[in-house]
C-alpha cells in the first residue's frame, strides 16, 4: 500500500497544479483572451492563434522552452530551438519574403506620394525612442522598443536580435504581434479625431494602371538603393522584395506560390508559438514589461496620427485630391491597416473606396519600418 500511496502522491506532484503560481494563471487568463479575440472577432488569427497558444504552454509547461543548460539532459524544450530562429534572424526574414511574395507594389508605384505617407507614419518610432531614453532604458534598449511604433513583428524581432536586446525580445514582439492583431479597435478612434467629415468622406481619383516592367523592376531597384545606403537592412529590405520578385517576374511561379503560401504558414507557426512561448509569468509580469507594453502603444497611436496629419498636409496642397485616412496605413501592419482606412472612410460614404489608394502607404510602411531598423543598427555601428 505505500508503493501505491508513493506513486500516487509522485503521480500528483508531478501536476502543474502545484507548480503553477498566480502569474501563471494571470497569463494562462491572458492567452484566453487573445485565442477569443482570434477565434471569435477574427483579430489576426493567424497571428494570434499560435501565439496565444504558446503563451498557453509556456505557463503550463515553463520547461517546453527551457535551454539545454536548463535541463538535466542536455536537451532543450521544444519552442527553445524554435526560438532560436527568432534570434537569429531567421524566422523575421522568411516572414519578409513570404510578404513580398503576397504583395502588389502597384498601388505604391501608381502613386509615388505615398512613400512620404509611409515615412511619415515612422515618427511614431522615433519619437517612442526619445521617450524609452527619459524612462530609463539604454540607448539600445530603447531602439529595439521604439520599433513596435511600426506594427511590425518580424522587424521588431529582428532588430532586438542584432541590438542583442534578446531579454526584451518575448515582450517586444508580443507587443508588436498584438497591436497588428488590435489595429481595428486602436486606430479608428485617432483616425477620426484627427480629421473632419468632409475629409474622411474624399473620394480619390482611379489610380493609373502600372506595367509589368515596372513591376519587376520596383523590387530591384529598391534593393539596390535602400541596401547600398543601409547595408544592414539586406535581410528584411532584400528577401521582401526577393518575394516581390518571384511575384512579379512571372517565371517561376512555384517559387513564389511557395513563399507566399506553404513556407510562409510554416514559418508562422514556428514565430508565433516561440513568441508566445516568451511570455511565462515570471518574464513577462514586471514593471519593464508594462513599459514596453505601455511604450509600444504611444509608438503606435503617434505614428497613425503621423500619418493622418501628414495626409491632411497633403489634403491641402493637393487641393483636396487626398482622403487623409490613407495615412494611417502608413503602418507596416499589411493589409489590416489598409483595410481600416477603407472601412472608416465607407462608414463616412458606402460608395468610397479607399482600399487600393491605402495600399500604397501601407506597403510603403513595410519598407519605411526596415529602413528605420536600419537607422538604428547604423547609428550602433551594427
Known amino acids: 500500500m505505500s508503493y501505491v500511496g508513493e506513486t500516487l502522491s509522485n503521480l500528483l506532484h508531478q501536476t502543474a497544479f502545484f507548480n503553477l503560481t498566480w502569474g501563471n494563471y494571470i497569463m494562462i487568463l491572458v492567452a484566453f483572451v487573445f485565442l477569443f479575440l482570434a477565434i471569435k472577432k477574427g483579430f489576426e488569427p493567424l497571428l494570434l ?4 497558444f504558446g503563451m498557453l504552454l509556456v505557463n503550463i509547461y515553463p ?3 527551457a535551454s539545454p543548460e536548463e535541463t538535466s539532459n542536455g536537451v532543450g524544450g521544444l519552442l527553445y530551438y524554435f526560438y532560436s530562429l527568432d534570434e537569429w534572424s531567421i524566422l523575421p ?9 503576397m504583395t502588389d507594389f502597384g498601388p505604391l ?10 515615412a511619415a507614419a515612422q515618427f511614431g518610432i522615433f519619437g517612442a525612442y526619445f521617450m524609452a531614453i527619459l524612462l530609463g532604458f539604454n540607448d539600445k534598449a530603447a531602439a529595439a522598443v521604439s520599433i513596435i511604433g511600426g506594427a511590425d513583428g518580424p522587424t521588431s524581432i529582428f532588430l532586438a536580435g542584432k541590438l542583442g536586446q534578446t531579454g526584451l525580445m518575448g515582450p517586444i514582439a508580443v507587443a508588436a504581434y498584438s497591436y497588428m492583431a488590435l489595429v481595428p479597435i486602436i486606430q479608428p478612434p485617432i483616425m477620426k479625431l484627427f480629421t473632419t467629415k468632409q475629409e474622411r468622406a474624399i473620394k480619390m481619383q482611379n489610380l493609373r494602371p502600372v506595367s ?4 519587376i523592376l520596383f523590387p530591384i531597384v529598391v534593393t539596390s538603393v535602400v541596401c547600398i545606403i543601409l547595408p544592414t537592412t539586406a535581410p528584411l529590405v532584400g528577401m521582401l522584395m526577393l518575394g516581390n520578385l518571384f511575384r512579379e517576374s512571372g517565371v517561376v511561379r512555384q517559387l513564389s506560390e511557395t513563399a507566399s503560401n506553404a513556407m510562409m504558414y510554416i514559418v508562422v507557426i514556428l514565430l508565433g508559438t516561440s513568441v508566445g512561448a516568451t511570455t511565462s509569468a515570471e518574464a513577462f509580469l514586471n514593471l519593464t514589461t508594462l513599459k514596453i507594453v505601455a511604450l509600444g502603444l504611444i509608438a503606435f497611436m503617434f505614428g497613425t496620427a503621423a500619418g493622418v496629419l501628414f495626409g491632411k ?3 491641402k496642397l493637393t487641393g483636396g485630391k487626398i482622403n487623409p485616412l490613407i495615412g494611417s496605413a502608413g503602418v507596416s501592419a499589411v493589409p489590416m491597416a489598409a483595410r481600416v482606412s477603407q472601412k472608416v472612410g465607407a462608414d463616412e460614404d458606402p460608395t468610397n473606396f479607399l482600399l487600393m489608394h491605402a495600399m500604397g502607404p501601407n506597403v510603403a510602411g513595410v519598407i519605411g519600418t526596415a529602413v528605420a531598423a536600419g537607422v538604428f543598427m547604423a547609428i550602433f555601428g551594427i
Open 63 to 65: 520547461d517546453i522552452i
Open 109 to 118: 508605384i501608381a502613386n509615388p506620394i505615398s512613400f512620404l505617407l509611409g
Open 93 to 101: 526574414s522568411l516572414i519578409f519574403m513570404g510578404v513580398g511574395a
Open 212 to 215: 509589368k516592367l515596372e513591376k
Open 313 to 315: 498636409l497633403l489634403c
Open 49 to 52: 492563434v499560435p501565439i496565444a
